[in-house]
């Protein structure tokens, strides 16, 4: 299985704050990657797909880049909205596997 | 707009049965692969189950396979995961989600519904 290693676990920021959260696959997954955003009692929203396009109707100030097997979510500027938790899934091979989840907290 | 509604969820006892429904609105049912995807507290968002847009093919998890089965209607616009033999780990928050188009991730989630294994 692939393994998706997200970090950090847990991130402090603050409103305005450019932040980036870091997902590494275990094996090549191309760019068969996807972030999504839950906030709490809520799904999962997708944010990013193919590594770095943007769903539509998310904020352009969400993009997504890939090195290698390193996949980056980067928000711009946060905003308040934005605290939740994020998680990373490759979809290149069965089975789909997900990161364990970056929760942005408000610092 | 897109609607994916669980049904299904409940408490049930260790070796028992459940079966989950999805229905969905808003989309060409029939033209989309579905998913089912379960959350933890402990071990996070784990994907279960997809069945292609006819049915024809269905990938599983270790976790679940020949315990649960993925099945669609397309006539009823609903897909089904069956859930035999459960065990105090299959305890979770059970998502049906919609594929992109013949690309693995999910555009689209329902709300979940809560399963619950103890005696």
């Known amino acids: 299985d692939i393994q998706m290693t997200q970090s950090p676990s847990t991130l402090p920021a603050s409103v305005g704050d450019r932040i980036t959260i870091t997902c590494r696959a275990s094996?090549?997954?191309?760019?068969?990657l996807a972030w999504y955003q839950q906030r709490p009692g809520k799904a999962p929203k997708l944010l990013i797909y193919?590594?770095?396009s943007l769903e539509s109707g998310v904020p352009s100030r969400f993009s997504g880049s890939a090195s290698g097997a390193e996949f980056t979510l980067t928000i711009s500027s946060l905003q308040p909205d934005d605290f939740a938790t994020y998680y990373c899934?490759?979809?290149?091979?069965?089975?789909?596997?997900f990161g364990q989840g970056t929760k942005l907290e408000i610092k | 707009q897109v609607q994916l509604v669980e049904s299904g969820g409940g408490v049930v006892q260790p070796g028992g049965s459940l079966r989950l429904s999805c229905a969905a609105s808003?989309?060409?049912?029939?033209?989309?692969?579905m998913h089912w995807v379960r959350q933890t507290p402990g071990k996070g968002l784990e994907w279960l189950a997809t069945?292609?847009?006819?049915?024809?093919?269905?990938d599983y998890a270790d976790s679940v396979r020949d315990r649960f089965t993925i099945s669609r209607d397309n006539s009823k616009n609903t897909v089904y995961l069956q859930m035999n033999t459960l065990r105090q780990e299959d305890s979770a928050l059970y998502y049906c989600?919609?594929?992109?188009?013949?690309?693995?991730?999910?555009?689209?989630w329902g709300q979940g519904t809560t399963i619950t294994v103890s005696a």
């Open positions: 989600t919609k594929d992109a188009g013949h690309q693995g991730y999910s555009d689209y």
């Open positions: 193919r590594a770095s």
């Open positions: 899934q490759q979809y290149s091979d069965y089975p789909y596997t």
């Open positions: 094996q090549s997954i191309k760019s068969w």
């Open positions: 069945i292609s847009y006819d049915g024809k093919d269905k």
């Open positions: 808003g989309f060409t049912f029939s033209g989309y692969a």
